[in-house]
């Protein structure tokens, strides 16, 4: 049997209720670990935040890309800009969401949009890719590590 044949497109307005339902399984996840009992993410957060990346579509300052499986999306990667002015780098990019879908997942879905993210930041001169992962999600860590990350900085929290 044929291996899937996995390609990366930008993600379009006509993906976006597909993108919305992958990005409420990752958000679903999230509100599952336990973490501080006040982190939780807020409903409808998904079909906002997918709102605000297709209005930023065809700018220099997003990556927003899906992994198709002929017409099925199994991973998407959402990626920002951010000015960084004050460090000797002036900016970085910073990947908000690499999410593979449910029963996708360890399927290699996920590197390719990852391979392509490098690629368009060295196109734009952009030094430094930063993430944060949810130290609880350790299939996350695993895999960042896997793909050349390092722990940078240590995030802090406290509730008041």
Do not use: H
């Not at 670990?33 to 998904?46: N, S």
């Amino acid at each position: 049997m044929q291996e899937p044949i996995l390609t990366i497109r930008p993600i379009l307005p006509e993906n976006r209720e597909a993108v919305i339902e992958l990005v409420n399984q990752f958000f679903r996840m999230v509100n599952r670990f336990q973490l501080d009992g006040v982190f939780r993410i807020r409903p409808r957060a998904a079909a906002k935040m997918v709102d605000i990346y297709l209005k930023l579509r065809g700018t220099d300052k997003i990556v927003f890309i899906g992994g198709f499986v002929e017409e099925e999306l199994v991973s998407i990667l959402i990626a920002r800009v951010e000015e960084k002015p004050y460090l000797e780098e002036e900016q970085n990019l910073f990947i908000d969401l690499a999410i593979t879908k449910q029963g996708k997942r360890k399927s290699g879905y996920m590197k390719p949009l990852v391979e392509e993210t490098f690629r368009w930041a060295k196109e734009k001169g952009i030094l430094a890719i930063e993430l944060r992962a949810i130290s609880e999600n350790e299939g996350a860590v695993e895999f960042w590590k896997k793909m050349g990350f390092d722990p940078f900085y240590v995030r802090f929290r406290k509730l008041v």
